[in-house]
C-alpha cells in the first residue's frame, strides 16, 4: 500500500512570495490533515477535511494561508504572502475515519515538506 | 484550548537502560497517541490507547493511559540506539493536538 506522498521535500523562497505544498492520501482514505511543525514543537493542525468538506481550520492564519481539496482526494496547501515565521515542516496526513473502533482515526503521516523563509 | 505537555524534554541515555517519559494534560482526552518521528519523516504511530486505566505492550515498549484520561506514560526497557527519535503523544479531545515532544537519545 502506497503511502502519503508529499512534494516537494524542500523549498526555499523569500518573505512576501507565495509557495504552494501538495499532497497525494493514501487510497480510500477520507480524512486529510495539514500539519506545521516548527523546529523543536510538536506538529499544530492547521485545517481537517472529511472528504472535500472542512472539519476544523480553526488555527489556520486565513489572511495568507489557504487549502483546498477538490474530489476528496488530493490537496494543496498555499502561503501567500510567506513570513519568516511560517519556516517550518508542513505535513500531511490521512485517516480511514470510519469512525469505527479506536483504529478509525490512526493517521499516516508523509515525509513533509521543509519550509525555509529568508 | 486542550493542551498537552511532556516530560522531559530532552533524555539522553545509555544503551540497555530504562526510561519513562510522561504525558500530561489538564483536559479530558477521548483518545491517546503516542507516535515516533525521525528526522527528516514524518510521525509514525505507536499505539492508540482508549480507556482510562488501559495499559498496552509493543515488544519493550509499555504504554498507560491515566483512569482520568488526561495523562499517559511511555516506559521503555532496555533501550537501544533504534529507539532514539522524538516522541508525541497527541490526544483527541474537542479538537486533535500534539504535545512538544520528548527528544530521546540512546547512546550506544
Known amino acids: 500500500e502506497a503511502g502519503v506522498a508529499q512534494s516537494p521535500r524542500y523549498k526555499i523562497i523569500e518573505k512576501r512570495q507565495s509557495v504552494a505544498f501538495w499532497c497525494n492520501p493514501i487510497?480510500?482514505?477520507?480524512?486529510l490533515y495539514w500539519y506545521q511543525q516548527i523546529l523543536g514543537q510538536g506538529p499544530k493542525l492547521l485545517i481537517q477535511?472529511?472528504?472535500?468538506?472542512?472539519?476544523?481550520d480553526s488555527q489556520l492564519p486565513k489572511d495568507r494561508f489557504s487549502a483546498e481539496r477538490l474530489k476528496g482526494v488530493d490537496s494543496t496547501l498555499k502561503i501567500q504572502p510567506a513570513k519568516l515565521e511560517d519556516s517550518a515542516v508542513y505535513l500531511c496526513?490521512?485517516?480511514?475515519?470510519?469512525?469505527?473502533?479506536?483504529?478509525?482515526?490512526?493517521?499516516?503521516f508523509g515525509p513533509g515538506t521543509r519550509l525555509t523563509v529568508t | 484550548t486542550q493542551l498537552l505537555e511532556q516530560s522531559p524534554q530532552f533524555l539522553s541515555i545509555q544503551e540497555g537502560e530504562n526510561l519513562t517519559v510522561y504525558c500530561n494534560s489538564s483536559?479530558?482526552?477521548?483518545?491517546l497517541q503516542w507516535y515516533r518521528q525521525e528526522p527528516g519523516e514524518g510521525p509514525v504511530l505507536l499505539v492508540t490507547?482508549?480507556?482510562?486505566?488501559e495499559v498496552k505492550k509493543l515488544k519493550r515498549l509499555t504504554f498507560q493511559f491515566g483512569d482520568a484520561r488526561k495523562d499517559s506514560s511511555l516506559h521503555i526497557t532496555a533501550a537501544q540506539p533504534g529507539d532514539t527519535g522524538l516522541y508525541l503523544c497527541?490526544?483527541?479531545?474537542?479538537?486533535?493536538?500534539f504535545g512538544p515532544g520528548t527528544r530521546l537519545s540512546v547512546l550506544p
Open positions: 487510497s480510500g482514505h477520507a480524512t
Open positions: 496526513a490521512s485517516s480511514f475515519t470510519s469512525g469505527v473502533g479506536r483504529d478509525s482515526y490512526e493517521q499516516y
Open positions: 483536559s479530558v482526552f477521548s483518545s
Open positions: 477535511f472529511q472528504n472535500n468538506g472542512v472539519v476544523d
Open positions: 490507547v482508549v480507556t482510562g486505566g
Open positions: 497527541a490526544g483527541r479531545g474537542q479538537n486533535f493536538v
